[in-house]
């Protein structure tokens, strides 16, 4: 695994301002899904907690979110003290597509994380990372509408054989509209990938775009996936 922090280069685009979404359902779920980002800091602080980040838009909303977060609370700091850096955790393969990896290291510098590129498998990643770390809760991109996660909570720890954590889900609720409506009114960055007709990015050998997004009369042959209008579609590009 490799490890190293990064520093801003330019102003991040996105809003902080959370009070200019005005949808009532949204709001709640963004208020809902702030307050277990806090408990989360509450219980085990800024070094107790990690950002699991794939590139995704749902990890794009968890990311804009906890940023939101950390600015209220560590946004200022006393001179000479360092500045508190989410760890933020991604898991690379052979097969990410590139558009992911540039991404990935556009969102290292536009939010000054502090990111580990773990190249082993998930598990043993993460055996590693807490075995060397205070890390107690690691926060997910997880929504209740993906595979085998009908059940999960928002707070939930880990399953027998796997490194102990605890999973902190703070969308599971949210909806796919919900997902791309949070990133556009705030203007908050997400990969080009979305904008080429895919709407579930896995890797370059499982992962298509989304057939029920195909268009003749777009330039990319596809529409890009905020006009996706069936949520339930949403991993139609996968194989």
Known sequence: ???????????????????????????????????????????????????????????CVILHLIHIVWHRRYGMVKEGEPRKRILT?????????????????????????????????????LADLIAKT??????????????HCGQLQAFAPTDPGWPPFVRVNPILDWTYSDVWNFLLLLNVPYCVLYDRGYTSIGHLTDTDPNPYLANPLSPLGYDPAHKLKDGTRERHGRR
């Open 89 to 125: 955790l991604y898991f690379r393969s052979g097969d990410s597509f590139p558009e992911v990896v540039a991404f990935m290291d556009d969102c290292a510098q536009l939010y000054d994380l502090d990111t580990c590129v773990v190249q082993k498998g998930a598990k043993e990643g």
């Open 1 to 59: 695994e490799s490890r190293h922090m990064s520093a801003p280069k330019k102003p991040h685009p996105a809003s902080l301002d959370i009070d200019s979404i005005t949808a009532p359902e949204l709001k709640d779920k963004i208020n809902s899904s702030i307050q277990i980002i806090e408990k989360a800091l509450d219980d085990w602080g800024p070094d107790g907690v990690a950002l699991s980040f794939n590139g995704g838009k749902d990890c």
């Open 134 to 147: 205070n890390i107690r809760g690691i926060f997910m991109g997880t929504r209740a509408t993906d595979p």
